[in-house]
C-alpha cells in the first residue's frame, strides 16, 4: 500500500511561497492500478515526487514499500550511454546476455536499442526511460506522464508493456486530463483543489 495522510507541500524560492498540496489523504491498494488526472500545474508531479519518497520537504504521513520505481516525466537518460545501456543500469548483478533490456526497448517500440539518447526523438527518449523504470524490479511503480506526445497507437502498445511488466504490482500513472490509452485499465483519480487537497475516484 502507499498511504498518504494529511500531506502538505510548499515550494519557497525568492522569499515567495506556493503552496501546492493541502491535507491531502489517500491509500493505494497494493497491487492497483491508477491513472491521476489533473490540468497542468495542480501538482501531480509534486505528489509523485512525495510518493517516491525523493521529496521530503513536506509534513504528513507517507507510508510506502521499500522499492519504488519511477519514470519522470523530462527524460532522465545517462547521455554518455546508450538506450539499452541505460536500462541495463537499474538491472544490476540481472544484467541482461538474454536481451532482456532490448526485448524490452522493442516492446515500446525501440527497435535500435543501441542508439544515444541524443539520436533519439523527445518520444522516444521518454519511452526508453519508460523502459529503464518497468526494468526495475519494484513493489510499486509511479510514472508521470508516460503516454505524453505519443500517437494513440504507440501509446496503446506502451500501456499494454507497461501492464505487462508491472502485473501484481502498484501503479501510479499521472497524466492530463482525457489523455490515457484506452487499454489502460485502472481506477482514475481526479486531481481536485488548488493547493491539491483531494483525488476523487471519476
Ligand atoms: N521546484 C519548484 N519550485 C517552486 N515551485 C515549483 C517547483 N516545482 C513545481 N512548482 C510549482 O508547483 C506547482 C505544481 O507543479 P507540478 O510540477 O507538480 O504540476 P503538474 O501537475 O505535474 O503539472 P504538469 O501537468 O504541467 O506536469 C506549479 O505551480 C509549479 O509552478
Ligand atoms: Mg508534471
Known amino acids: 500500500m502507499i498511504i ?19 491535507g491531502l489523504s489517500f491509500t493505494f491498494a497494493d ?10 500545474g495542480c501538482g501531480k508531479s509534486t505528489l509523485l515526487g512525495i510518493m517516491a519518497g525523493a521529496d521530503r520537504d513536506r509534513t504528513g504521513r507517507v507510508e510506502a514499500p521499500p522499492l519504488i520505481s519511477v519514470s519522470y516525466q523530462n527524460s532522465v537518460l545517462l547521455p554518455w550511454l546508450s538506450c539499452s545501456s541505460n536500462v541495463n543500469l537499474v538491472l544490476g548483478g540481472r544484467r541482461s546476455t538474454a536481451g532482456q533490456a532490448e526485448a524490452l526497448l522493442a516492446e515500446l517500440g525501440i527497435t535500435e536499442p543501441g542508439l544515444m539518447p541524443s539520436e533519439l526523438s523527445g518520444g522516444m527518449k521518454a519511452r526508453a ?3 529503464r523504470a518497468l526494468a526495475y524490479p ?13 500517437d494513440p497507437a504507440t501509446a496503446e502498445m506502451c500501456a499494454a508493456a507497461v501492464l505487462r511488466h508491472t502485473a501484481g504490482k502498484t501503479v501510479v500513472a499521472v497524466i492530463h486530463e482525457g489523455t490515457a ?3 489502460f485499465a485502472g481506477t482514475t483519480l481526479v486531481c481536485r483543489g488548488s493547493p491539491l487537497s483531494a483525488l476523487i475516484p471519476k
Open 4 to 22: 498518504l495522510e494529511n500531506v502538505c507541500k510548499s515550494y519557497r524560492s525568492d522569499g515567495r511561497t506556493v503552496e501546492v498540496i493541502r
Open 31 to 40: 497491487g492497483g492500478v491508477y491513472v491521476i488526472e489533473g490540468p497542468s
Open 129 to 131: 526511460g519508460l523502459a
Open 138 to 150: 519494484a513493489d510499486a511503480y509511479l510514472l508521470d506522464e508516460p503516454f505524453a506526445n505519443l
Open 181 to 183: 490509452p484506452k487499454n
